[in-house]
T-cell receptor, first 113, second 113 residues
Framework: DSGVTQTPKHLITATGQRVTLRCSPRSGDLSVYWYQQSLDQGLQFLIQYYNGEERAKGNILERFSAQQFPDLHSELNLSSLELGDSALYFC????????????FGPGTRLTVT | DAKTTQPNSMESNEEEPVHLPCNHSTISGTDYIHWYRQLPSQGPEYVIHGLTSNVNNRMASLAIAEDRKSSTLILHRATLRDAAVYYCILRDPHEDAGNMLTFGGGTRLMVKP
């Protein structure tokens, strides 16, 4: 158990809909990262927040957005969903900005039908 | 970030040592070498990291070539639970682009009983 929690575990929704994925980092961790894992693209970095502020952006679509709240939990919002958005979404956290160890949650499996 | 090259898959027998290679011929002087692994149906898990010297922890050892153009992750005694995809990742902590991890294809390790 990494100490990072993600909800929900599974999500099935229809094209065009909007969903919110939630992540609680390990106690004391200030950085939160979101990654997407699909069969054809592998594990890809989406976005990073540090202590409430956006720190870095990767291959995140404009239909996707995220935020980190004062209690440090984070939410990833996916809108106008397409079939290709079906994937595993992982959240990770680390103590600060150090890159040495990131702790990953169990993921949310999103299926868009 | 510099690129890494890993074999697609490797096989090992249970209770035998495993040497997982990684080539990174374009590594820069400030790139750290990280290893993560992903067990089936789980999020990635930090294994080990190093810069120049060989490193040991409870999970594995990391042997880094003197010219740093390659490294080897060593599992001293493979168990069935070590069957996973192992990712070798380079990361420069001084880059201002955040601390995301760039995952490649990794090496799928199969452990035979």
């Amino acid at each position: 158990d990494s100490g990072v929690t993600q909800t929900p575990k599974h999500l099935i929704t229809a094209t065009g809909q909007r969903v919110t994925l939630r992540c609680s980092p390990r106690s004391g961790d200030l950085s939160v990262y979101w990654y997407q894992q699909s069969l054809d693209q592998g594990l890809q970095f989406l976005i990073q927040y540090y202590n409430g502020e956006e720190r870095a952006k990767g291959n995140i679509l404009e239909r996707f957005s995220a935020q980190q709240f004062p209690d440090l939990h984070s939410e990833l919002n996916l809108s106008s969903l397409e079939l290709g958005d079906s994937a595993l979404y992982f959240c990770a956290s680390s103590v600060g900005l150090d890159p040495y160890e990131q702790y990953f949650g169990p993921g949310t499996r999103l299926t868009v039908t | 970030d510099a690129k890494t090259t890993q074999p697609n898959s490797m096989e090992s027998n249970e209770e035998e040592p495993v040497h997982l290679p990684c080539n990174h011929s374009t590594i820069s002087g400030t790139d750290y070498i990280h290893w993560y692994r992903q067990l089936p149906s789980q999020g990635p898990e930090y294994v080990i990291h190093g810069l120049t010297s060989n490193v040991n922890n409870r999970m594995a050892s990391l042997a880094i070539a003197e010219d740093r153009k390659s490294s080897t992750l060593i599992l001293h005694r493979a168990t069935l639970r070590d069957a996973a995809v192992y990712y070798c990742i380079l990361r420069d902590p001084h880059e201002d682009a955040g601390n995301m991890l760039t995952f490649g294809g990794g090496t799928r390790l199969m452990v035979k009983p």
